[in-house]
Structure formats: structure tokens, C-alpha cells
């Protein structure tokens, strides 16, 4: 009998890689408050009209002269020091966005200079809404083979400059805001981050839609958009778990995309979870696109939840449409 080939002989090897830990979290939102009544003015509405549909009583939006590289660099900085970890430190710097301060240099170079992680590699991933999912799989995955001993992972948008602020469908949903994680290695396996899974379907993209040329903006169909986000969310959370071999009831916490809040709470509704096992953020924040996931990290933080060892299933859904799912087990583990 000839032989297997090399690849087949190395794929067992591969269970022997090291494993990536979340180490801390950090978020940051621009100072200015926009509130329902001011948008409402703009659309014809009121207050309660825009909370039914969306949850939102409030969201931020950057001042025109604020840098998304600013508020990245200021939740990065946060996440930087409850790691214990220098930017320095950093071997790479992975942003996930849509609306970087400039085409060059991308926005992971101009966060890393500003941080002055001068010995970092920088890498930008545009997946709208999935962007902080996508990133933490390329930073988990660096530093799993070994290429990176520690990496930051931001996801950080400026959603209300690619918004129609007088659309019904799109103007009381986005907003602004950064989130950031640090990611290191443990032993080979005691990973604590777990399987990410990534999807795409591009077959409808004018669901929801933003075109390059100058002064574009989103275009969504709202009831397709809804319909999507929370069936592929379900869908992808139970996939998560289904990977890691455990089941939902195994998982303490919750942080979706904080994209609507009838969102969030249909996709708790489909999933059979207790409400109190759900971040639900939305109301004071908006959708902030690749920033809400990393920020519903960073509430959960705060309240308690997150502790060493506890369970969290990640799970956003963006335009495209891209989607995807997480598990990790919060805090470095062993040492």
C-alpha cells in the first residue's frame, strides 16, 4: 500500500498547536450624544416610534473633526493596560472596520503608529458587521501557529458618516464607537478561544448596501436585513456550540452583534435562552457596526459577568451579507 501523503500525515499535528486566550477588553464611543428626538425631527417621527423598531433611545456619533484612529487608540489603550501588556509588546495589530480614516495607510498601520507599536504587522478586514469575528480569527489564528505572541484586535467604526441621517430605514439605527481585545498563547491545548466560524452570502447584496463611489450610503431593506440577521445568528450560535462539542445551556453569556434590539431578543427568543444570559446594550449605544461586539464584551465586563473560566458565545451578522460565530472562555487560563 503506497504511502499517505505528507499533508495527510501532518493533519494530526495540527491538534497539537498552542492555544490563544482573550486577556482583557477595552471600548471607547465619541463624546457627542445624538438622542431619538433629534432624529426624529429629521424623519417624521417620535421618540417612542424609533424605540419600538430599533431599542435605541440614543447613539454616538463622532464630531467631524474626531479620527476613528483616535477612538480605537483609546479603547485599545484601556485593553492594553488591564492586559499588563505594552504596545511595544505587540506583534500585530488587526483592525476590522468600514470607514478607515483614509484608504493608505490602513487603519491597523495609522492605530499602530499612533499607539506606537512600531514592531507590529498591521492587517485591515472590511466584513461590515462581522469585521470584530473576522479579525479575532486572524489574530487567534497568528498567534495559535506561533507567528504572533501577542495581538491586538480592534473593531472599531464611524457608521454615522456612511449613514442617510433622514432615511426611516437607516438613520436611527447607526453610530459610532471602537472596541478592542488582547489576544495571547497558552499551552497547547488550554486555547480559550475556540471555533470561529465565518459565513457569506452575496447573492442579494442590495439588502443591504454600500456602493464606493464618494458621498454613497447604506441602502438596507429592513425586513429582509431582520429576517436574515436572526435566522443566520441562530443558526451560526448553534453551529458554535455543535464545534466546540457542548450545547447552549453549556454557555454563560451571550454577546450578539448589537444590531437592533428586536434583533437580539428574537435570536434569544429562537435560541430558548433566558434574557438574563443576553448582553442587551443597544438602547444607549446604536448599531455600531464592527464596534458592537467588542463593546457588548466590555458592558459584560463591567456588570460582573465576565469572569475567569466563564463561557461567551459571539455572534454578528453584517451587510453583504457576512455573518458569523464564537466561543470563548474569558481570561488567560493557567498562569
Known amino acids: 500500500m503506497p504511502e499517505p501523503p505528507l499533508l495527510a500525515q501532518a493533519v494530526p499535528a ?31 417621527k417620535d ?47 488587526v483592525v476590522g472596520t468600514l470607514t478607515a480614516d483614509e484608504r493608505m495607510p490602513n487603519a491597523a498601520a495609522a492605530l499602530a503608529h499612533e499607539l506606537s507599536a512600531h514592531g507590529a504587522g498591521t492587517i485591515e478586514v472590511n466584513a461590515a458587521c462581522t469585521g470584530f ?32 441621517l433622514d432615511s426611516k430605514q437607516t438613520g436611527m439605527l447607526f453610530a459610532d464607537g471602537a472596541g478592542a481585545v488582547v489576544l495571547a ?13 465565518l459565513r457569506h452570502d452575496a447573492s442579494a447584496p442590495d439588502s443591504l448596501y454600500l456602493a464606493r463611489e464618494a458621498g454613497a450610503t447604506i441602502e438596507m431593506d429592513g425586513h429582509e436585513t431582520f429576517k436574515h440577521a ?10 458554535v456550540v455543535a464545534a466546540a462539542g457542548l450545547t447552549l445551556a453549556d ?16 435570536v434569544g427568543e429562537r435560541l430558548g435562552l433566558d434574557p438574563a444570559r443576553v448582553v442587551d446594550c443597544i438602547e444607549r449605544i446604536g448599531n455600531m457596526s464592527a464596534a458592537s461586539v467588542p463593546y457588548a464584551l466590555e458592558v459584560a465586563h463591567a456588570d ?22 464564537a466561543l470563548i472562555e474569558w481570561g488567560a487560563g493557567d498562569g
Open 304 to 325: 460582573g459577568r465576565l469572569r475567569n473560566g466563564t463561557r461567551v458565545l459571539l455572534a454578528a451578522f453584517g451587510g453583504g451579507f457576512t455573518w458569523g460565530g
Open 14 to 44: 495540527a491538534r497539537t498547536l498552542r492555544g490563544a486566550a482573550v486577556l482583557s477588553v477595552g471600548a471607547q464611543l465619541p463624546a457627542g450624544v445624538v438622542t431619538n428626538d433629534e432624529i426624529a425631527a429629521r424623519i417624521g
Open 230 to 239: 436572526v435566522n443566520r445568528m441562530a443558526e451560526v450560535a448553534k453551529e
Open 251 to 266: 454557555v454563560d453569556v451571550f454577546a450578539f452583534h448589537q444590531a437592533n434590539g428586536r434583533i437580539v431578543s428574537a
Open 47 to 93: 421618540d417612542e416610534w424609533i424605540y419600538t423598531r430599533t431599542g435605541i433611545r440614543e447613539r454616538r456619533h463622532a464630531a467631524a473633526e474626531e479620527r476613528l484612529t483616535d477612538v480605537a487608540a483609546a479603547a485599545s489603550r484601556r485593553a492594553l493596560a488591564r492586559a499588563g501588556t505594552e504596545a511595544g509588546e505587540l506583534d500585530l495589530v
Open 185 to 197: 498563547p497558552t499551552p497547547a491545548g488550554a486555547g480559550r478561544v475556540g471555533p470561529v466560524l
Open 133 to 164: 469575528l473576522t479579525v479575532l480569527s486572524v489574530g487567534a489564528a497568528q498567534v495559535e501557529a506561533g507567528r504572533a505572541e501577542r495581538v491586538l484586535v480592534v473593531g472599531a467604526d464611524f457608521v454615522s458618516r456612511i449613514t442617510d
